[in-house]
């Protein structure tokens, strides 16, 4: 009897041991599918909040210092306990310097990004001359800036308002390798963009006079590739200015397509997919689903 129970306990003993590894090896296996995501897992208080939970300094770039681009500020995460981080880059639109976008800097970078607000070379620079900007400061932060030890450079993306929303088309086009594309409220005489490759969340306005969403964004939606992970959010009760301040639903959506694309962090998935529906602040949303990229 004490020699079948202690075969039984052997036994068991073996088995859980067993179970442990296999246990380790998935965890192991988890975590190596994705060793991008940063921060704790999301909820919609966390990517609704005005701060993510990483510390946030900033360094400001001089426009004597850098070609190709007006110079701007960074801001990134403090801590480099969690190692490198993608990074974005935002453009101002027509007649707008980088105050304009300031506001987005380090709420992004509080979820987990380096991210660059950037001045153009003058205020009146169209979307092709926004776009070379844009990735001339990509460019700048991921070889010269101070901050550069920070960036995985395979993980990059742009933002932009008006003309920088139309320069932002105009990067992912010129730069397929980019992960993500969000023009917000954008405008450019080009409606047609079949090209991009970059996973892309078109922006529009329901109040826009200066790029009503019939000729601008929802024709920039239409025209990107139906294989693409893409997606359109109309904002109810906005004009062609609402992403100059502060606001929660473009905060929302383009931190979650960020963190979806830039960091493959799937844990974001559920804040795209199913499509939000219509609210208060959401004119219509349209998109494909599930994401494959």
């Known amino acids: 009897m004490r020699t079948r129970t202690r075969l039984i306990r052997t036994g068991l003993a073996a088995l859980l041991a067993v179970g442990g590894i296999v246990t380790s090896q998935n965890l192991t296996a988890q975590a190596a599918d994705n060793p991008y995501e940063r921060g704790p897992a999301p909820t919609v208080s966390s990517i609704e909040a005005a701060r993510g939970s990483y510390a946030v300094s900033q360094t400001t770039v001089s426009s004597l210092s850098v070609s190709g681009f007006g110079g701007g500020t960074i801001y990134y995460p403090t801590s480099t306990a969690d190692g490198t981080f993608g990074a974005v880059a935002i453009s101002p639109g027509y007649t ?60 990059l993306g742009v933002m932009g308002h008006s003309m ?22 954008g405008w450019n ?19 826009d006079t200066v790029a009503p969403v019939a000729t601008h964004s929802e024709p920039f939606y239409g025209s990107l590739p139906s294989s693409l992970d893409k997606a359109y959010l109309e904002l109810r009760g906005a004009t062609h200015f609402t992403p100059n301040s502060s606001n929660t639903t473009i905060a929302k959506y383009s931190i979650s397509w960020l963190k979806r694309f830039i960091d493959d962090d799937t844990r974001y998935e559920q804040f795209l997919c ?4 219509a609210s208060l602040t959401i004119a219509e949303y349209r998109g494909n689903c599930p994401h494959t990229s």
């Open 274 to 277: 199913p499509l939000p529906s």
């Open 189 to 207: 005489l080009d409606k047609s963009w079949p090209e991009i490759q970059t996973p892309t969340l078109v922006v529009g306005a329901d109040g």
């Open 164 to 185: 920088g929303g139309g320069g932002t088309l105009e990067a992912a086009k010129s730069r397929p390798s980019l992960q993500a594309a969000i023009p917000l409220t």
């Open 96 to 155: 707008a310097y980088q105050s304009s976008i300031a506001w987005l800097g380090p709420r992004l970078a509080s979820q987990g990004f380096v991210v660059f607000t950037i001045d153009t070379n003058t205020t009146l620079d169209q979307p092709d001359s926004r776009g070379r900007q844009l990735l001339a400061a990509l460019d700048y932060l991921t070889q010269q800036s101070s901050v550069r030890g920070r960036i995985d450079t395979g993980r």
